[in-house]
């Protein structure tokens, strides 16, 4: 696949499910993908893109802003408390806020810095063990938590387990984030963002299907 493709396709969900593309952010999730292909879809004109890892965001951004204008950063990895001053100086968005701790240290650097990214707050929708994000049962209480830092929080996020049909995670995000006033929702990745986009994702995380498969050698 390739950028053009995935953005006719999100426009063709888009259509189907009564929205518009204008509800919707592509993330191009460039995670260890080589600079020439990440400077191939810059010169296509792609301008949002997606890191796991603050170092390696660090390696690659601030160089790539040196000659593309207007570059968005979106942090969808977990985030150390320690890196978390590191990732509010490079990202626009921060998608993985998942603890107290972890939300009170950047409330403090807001007030420091005069600034902050926007933030979403992951539901473990899967409740699996392994992964990180807050459990359906507490999200409306630490959404709430969350609000009393004076934070801008503007929606959740959610990676479905994957051997389970994500759609019903998907449903699950979007009926937490209606319940507790929140419009945006980061779901969706390469193999279901069109359900994603049924469903009311504002954001989608793509990355094989705009750059190929991932070299981890």
């Known amino acids: 696949m390739s950028l053009s493709e995935v953005t006719a396709r999100m426009a063709k969900a ?21 600079n020439e292909r990440v400077a191939s879809v810059l010169d296509e004109g792609h301008r949002i893109f997606g890191e796991n890892k603050v170092q390696e965001a660090a390696a690659k951004w601030p160089m790539f802003r040196e000659t593309y ?30 603890r107290l701790k972890l939300a009170t240290t950047i409330a403090r650097l807001a007030q420091e810095l005069g600034s902050c990214p926007d933030l979403f707050v992951q539901v473990n929708t899967g409740e699996e063990p392994q992964k990180s994000g807050i459990l359906p049962t507490e999200a409306d209480e630490f959404i709430a938590e ?17 051997d ?54």
């Open 14 to 34: 888009a259509d189907q499910a009564g929205r518009s593309m204008d509800d919707l952010s592509l993330i191009a999730v460039s995670k260890v993908q080589p």
């Open 69 to 98: 204008e207007n570059i968005e950063l979106h942090l969808i990895g977990p985030l150390q408390t320690n890196k978390a001053r590191q990732a509010m100086h490079l990202a626009q968005a921060i998608h993985t806020v998942d």
């Open 146 to 162: 969350v609000r009393e830092l004076d934070l801008p929080l503007v929606g959740l996020m959610c990676i479905p387990p994957v």
């Open 164 to 217: 389970e049909e994500p759609s019903l995670h998907f449903a699950l995000l979007a009926k937490i984030a209606a319940r507790n006033g929140l419009q945006g929702l980061s779901m969706g990745m390469s193999g279901d963002f069109e359900r994603a986009i049924a469903l009311g994702a504002t954001h989608i995380r793509v990355g094989s299907a705009i750059f190929g498969e991932r070299d981890y050698g």
